[in-house]
């Protein structure tokens, strides 16, 4: 069935450093890609999203590319903050009636 | 917009007893709500669909009535948890999505703790 693959965390970046938390997917078709982001204690906010191959996502300094190619939809930051800590969701939405697929999450720490 | 709120964020109760989450729009009319559970350090867990006015559509392995989902507005969906055990202890989260739209917007969660 359609899943999505994050890499394992945490990750533990110091500031300004540069961020990549991958993401695969498998899917029949040809689905919508989302980046959630969930700061502690609160519920999840949409990052970015791709609708189609070869899409950038991108929003708060943060971006993705839609790969059909290697079914990937990595995410990058140039210069990750303090605030950026938090856990990161890749998610896909294909034909199955709307429903929302996650990943397993990706714990961001970001050090001083 | 596009606000979702949950109540309450946080609750206790006894094994055995009962518990309700309500789930609101706050700024628009969801045709769709969705209840995850996340248990800790892991993902969302999509546990039923509601539609306004129609019964909930559970996913596998969800007890349908031990999970009660009703969905009587287009404002409003709320998830009781029957007879609540130590087990179900578990962070819920709820979406909302407006008609036509395939985005989903997020509630804050609720962390249910049973004792």
């Known amino acids: 069935g359609d899943s999505v693959t994050q890499m394992e965390g945490p990750v533990t970046l110091s500031e300004e450093a540069f961020l990549t938390i991958n993401c695969t997917y498998t899917?029949?078709?040809?689905?919508?890609l989302f980046w959630y982001v969930q700061y502690p204690g609160e519920g999840l906010q949409l990052l970015l999203k791709?609708?189609?191959?070869?899409d950038k996502g991108s929003n708060k300094g943060f971006e993705a590319t839609y790969r059909k190619e290697t079914t990937s939809f990595h995410l990058e930051k140039g210069s990750v903050q303090v605030s950026d800590s938090a856990v990161y969701f890749c998610?896909?939405?294909?034909?199955?009636?709307?429903?929302?697929?996650f990943g397993q999450g990706t714990e961001l720490s970001v050090k001083p | 917009g596009a606000v979702v709120s949950q109540h309450p964020s946080w609750v206790i109760c006894k094994s055995g007893t009962s518990v309700k989450i309500e789930c609101r729009s706050l700024d628009f009319q969801a045709t769709t709500m969705f209840w995850y559970r996340q248990f800790p350090k892991q993902s969302l867990m999509l546990m039923a669909t509601s539609n306004e006015g129609s019964k909930a559509t559970y996913e596998q392995g969800v007890e349908k009535d031990k999970f009660l989902i009703n969905h009587a507005s287009l404002t409003l969906s709320t998830l009781t948890v029957t007879s609540a055990h130590p087990e179900d202890s578990s962070f819920y989260i709820c979406s909302a999505s407006p008609g036509g739209s395939y985005e989903q917007y997020f509630g804050p969660g609720t962390r249910l703790t049973v004792t």
């Open positions: 998610a896909q939405k294909g034909n199955q009636g709307g429903k929302l697929i």
């Open positions: 899917a029949t078709g040809y689905p919508s």
């Open positions: 791709a609708t189609k191959a070869d």
